[in-house]
Nanobody, 117 residues
Framework: VQLVESGGGLVQPGGSLRLSCVAS????????MSWYRQGPGKERELVAT????????DYADFVKGRFTIFRDNAKNTVYLQMNSLKPEDTAVYYC???????????WGQGTQVTVSS
């Protein structure tokens, strides 16, 4: 199983980025997909989650109204659209795949997002 994130980079405050995570080696439509992040000196925290069919999403309070998670099961890909970025959003962002029924959980390698002027 591989989860490969992309789309990170350096952006100014107020800017936007779209992260992508392409999954392989699993039946993507059986997995709840999430984005986590880990800032400098901080613990990893949950950012957003989308259900297997994409019909339901959930967000951490600190990104509500700014970030959007969505998935394309035909492309085995989950996205995180990040708008109105703030310096405190600076972190390594990780993609997570968790099977909806059995104890299977996979992680990507992470992609760095830096918000700075």
């Amino acid at each position: 199983v591989q989860l490969v994130e992309s789309g990170g980079g350096l952006v100014q405050p107020g800017g936007s980025l779209r992260l992508s995570c392409v999954a392989s080696g699993l039946t993507f439509s059986n997995y709840v997909m999430s984005w986590y992040r880990q800032g400098p000196g901080k613990e990893r925290e949950l950012v957003a989650t989308v259900t297997v069919g994409g019909g339901s999403t959930d967000y951490a309070d600190f990104v509500k109204g700014r970030f959007t998670i969505f998935r394309d099961n035909a492309k085995n890909t989950v996205y995180l659209q990040m708008n109105s970025l703030k310096p405190e959003d600076t972190a390594v962002y990780y993609c997570s795949a968790r099977h909806e029924r059995v104890q299977l959980h996979y992680w990507g390698q992470g992609t760095q997002v830096t918000v700075s002027s």
